[in-house]
């Protein structure tokens, strides 16, 4: 299985933004849709946002209009840019296949706080 490697989260203050990124080892994103996923504290993982290999789009009802996923497959990277973050998008923020493999990576750690 091709390993996704997530990074660009950190501290920011409500109203703020990041870019998170989803790197692979392999051409997984030539093939797969892919989406992103975050895990509050003490919550489930939940369903983010995905964009297919056509570069079609969905997200979450709770990002709608605030973030945006796009993809390069020549760099094999998926992004989310995300803006206007809110506390309760505080997180781990993880890329994986859409639906989603059983295997996860680390994921990368946004906190939305003043």
């Known amino acids: 299985q091709v390993p996704l490697v997530e990074s660009g989260g950190g501290l920011v203050q409500p109203g703020g933004s990041l870019r998170l ?3 692979a080892s392999g051409s997984i994103f030539s093939v797969y849709a892919v989406g992103w996923y975050r895990q509050a504290p003490g919550k ?3 369903f983010v946002a995905y964009i297919t290999t056509t570069a079609a789009t969905a997200y979450a009802d709770s990002v709608k209009g605030r973030f945006t996923i796009s993809r390069d497959n020549a760099k094999n990277a998926v ?15 993880y890329c994986n ?3 989603p493999r059983p295997v996860w990576g680390q994921g990368t750690q946004v906190t939305v706080s003043s």
């Open 79 to 93: 992004y989310l840019q995300m803006n206007s973050l809110k506390p309760e998008d505080t997180g781990v923020y």
């Open 97 to 99: 296949a859409y639906p």
């Open 44 to 46: 489930q993982r939940e």
């Open 21 to 23: 990124s989803c790197v």
